[in-house]
T-cell receptor, first 114, second 110 residues
Framework: DAMVIQNPRYQVTQFGKPVTLSCSQTLNHNVMYWYQQKSSQAPKLLFHYYDKDFNNEADTPDNFQSRRPNTSFCFLDIRSPGLGDAAMYLC?????????????FGPGTRLTVL | RKEVEQDPGPFNVPEGATVAFNCTYSNSASQSFFWYRQDCRKEPKLLMSVYSSGNEDGRFTAQLNRASQYISLLIRDSKLSDSATYLCVVSSGGSYIPTFGRGTSLIVHP
């Protein structure tokens, strides 16, 4: 059974046209993350939620926003996608336990910007 | 210096070979270590956690060397299905923000 679900799996948008990616989880984990991954690169953390607390990475462009309306759902909004935003967007979750915690990843949304 | 460094490879090995990857980390406060496997165009999936005493899961053995600040992954009797990118992931004590290496690509050929 899928535990971290991402929709859509593939998204094509036009340059400058806003897009929203969604993530849901059935694990009841308190932390949710959004990563951007480009070919042959490590996943790059964009932001994360610890419960309802939003944490933005310093180098995440303002073009990227996120919402977490409840424990299960998290959204990534790209307000004006540029060609450089074409990438795989990965959602991940974890339950904090005070020690290093395993992350569970969704299947990703592959974004194409035309 | 990057926080987590891996040789990107690719490592190109025949079936049945033994192959080893290393990953070095710069933060001496690091406490938790993982190897993830990522297939082409798929999400990373946990392969194994790395414990201080080392751990083994079938053909896979992971080890930690705190003194030299590296972790290793050994794959014995390589299978075609082992072809993937192996990501080294490190986090410091109490942190839930892990740091990823860029991954090491393994290609197992017949």
């Amino acid at each position: 059974d899928a535990m971290v679900i991402q929709n859509p799996r593939y998204q094509v948008t036009q340059f400058g046209k806003p897009v929203t990616l969604s993530c849901s989880q059935t694990l009841n984990h308190n932390v949710m993350y959004w990563y951007q991954q480009k070919s042959s690169q490590a996943p790059k953390l964009l932001f994360h939620y610890y419960d309802k607390d939003f944490n933005n990475e310093a180098d995440t462009p303002d073009n990227f926003q996120s919402r977490r309306p409840n424990t299960s759902f998290c959204f990534l909004d790209i307000r004006s996608p540029g060609l450089g935003d074409a990438a795989m967007y990965l959602c991940a979750t974890t339950r904090t336990s005070g020690t290093g915690d395993t992350q569970y990843f969704g299947p990703g949304t592959r974004l194409t910007v035309l | 210096r990057k926080e987590v460094e891996q040789d990107p490879g690719p490592f190109n090995v025949p079936e049945g070979a033994t192959v080893a990857f290393n990953c070095t980390y710069s933060n001496s406060a690091s406490q938790s270590f993982f190897w993830y496997r990522q297939d082409c165009r798929k999400e990373p999936k946990l392969l194994m956690s790395v414990y201080s005493s080392g751990n083994e899961d079938g053909r896979f053995t992971a080890q930690l060397n705190r003194a030299s600040q590296y972790i290793s992954l050994l794959i014995r009797d390589s299978k075609l299905s082992d072809s993937a990118t192996y990501l080294c992931v490190v986090s410091s004590g109490g942190s839930y923000i892990p740091t990823f290496g860029r991954g090491t690509s393994l290609i197992v050929h017949p």
